[in-house]
C-alpha cells in the first residue's frame, strides 16, 4: 500500500509491503516461502530542480517463526527478530513518484534479535551474547515503476547498503520486480522475484520466485 502527501516544497512518500505465504508438497512438510512486514517512508524538502533534501526510515521483519530449512525444525526467527531498521539524511532525486533514487552518505542500520538466538552463537550478525548490532555506511535506494503495455506494469525496487564500519566492499542487496498484469477492475496475474545479498544473514544470494492470479482492492 502506497501514500505519498504533498504541499509546496515537501514530498512524503510511504510505502508498505506485508506478504505471507506458504507452499504444501505432497510427501513433504508445510513450508513457508513468503513472511514479511516493510515499511519504507521519505521526506523531502525541495532543493533545486529535481533534487530534495531528504530524509528516510526503513523498517523489515516477519511475523511468524523461522525453521532451518536442513532440519525444518530448529527455530532460527520469529516475529521481530529479526528486525532491522535503517534511518539517515540524504539527497533525494525525484522525477516523479514512479521514477526517484535517494543517496544518503550518512546511513544507520540496527539489527535487532532475541537473545535466544545469540545464546551459542552468532546470529544475522549480532555477536553471540548480544542483542542488538549497529552499523554506519552508505545507503542507495532507487524506484522505478513503468507500463510496458496497457494494464502490464513493471515496479523495481533496489537498495544497497555498505558498512563504513567493518568491510564496506561488501554491498547488501536488495532487489524486487513486481510485474502486474491486471484482467480486469478485480483481477490479474502477478510475478514477483526478488533477490537478496546480505553476508551478515547468510553469504550467498537468496532469491524468490512468485507466480500467482491476485485479487485487487483499490481505496
Known amino acids: 500500500y502506497d501514500y505519498n502527501y504533498k504541499n509546496g516544497d515537501w514530498n512524503w512518500d510511504n510505502k508498505w509491503i506485508v506478504s505471507y505465504g506458504l507452499t504444501k508438497i505432497k510427501g513433504a512438510d508445510t513450508q513457508k516461502t513468503d513472511d514479511r512486514i516493510e515499511l519504507n517512508s521519505l521526506l523531502g524538502k525541495k532543493a533545486s530542480g529535481e533534487w530534495f533534501y531528504s530524509a528516510?526510515?526503513?523498517?523489515?521483519?516477519q511475523?511468524?517463526?523461522?525453521?532451518?530449512?536442513?532440519?525444518?525444525t530448529v527455530k532460527i526467527s520469529h516475529f521481530f527478530s529479526p528486525a532491522f531498521f535503517q534511518f539517515g539524511p540524504g539527497m533525494l532525486w525525484k522525477k516523479s513518484d514512479n521514477l526517484k533514487v535517494n543517496i544518503a552518505p550518512a546511513t544507520s542500520k540496527l539489527i535487532v534479535v532475541h537473545d535466544h538466538f545469540t545464546e551459542f552463537g552468532s546470529s544475522f550478525g549480532v555477536e553471540q551474547g548480544e542483542t542488538t548490532r549497529y552499523e554506519l555506511g552508505a545507503a542507495i535506494n532507487g524506484y522505478y515503476k513503468f507500463n510496458i503495455m496497457e494494464n502490464v506494469s513493471v515496479e523495481n525496487i533496489l537498495n544497497l547498503y555498505s558498512n563504513y564500519?567493518?568491510?564496506?566492499?561488501?554491498?547488501?542487496?536488495?532487489?524486487?520486480l513486481n510485474i502486474v498484469m491486471k484482467i480486469n477492475k478485480y483481477l490479474s496475474t502477478n510475478f514477483a522475484f526478488q533477490t537478496i545479498y546480505d553476508d551478515n544473514a547468510f553469504r550467498g544470494f537468496q532469491t524468490k520466485q512468485i507466480i500467482g492470479l491476485g485479487v485487487n482492492y483499490g481505496f
Open 56 to 61: 528516510f526510515f526503513n523498517f523489515k521483519t
Open 63 to 72: 511475523m511468524d517463526t523461522g525453521l532451518d530449512p536442513a532440519t525444518q
Open 165 to 176: 564500519l567493518e568491510e564496506a566492499k561488501n554491498v547488501d542487496i536488495d532487489y524486487q
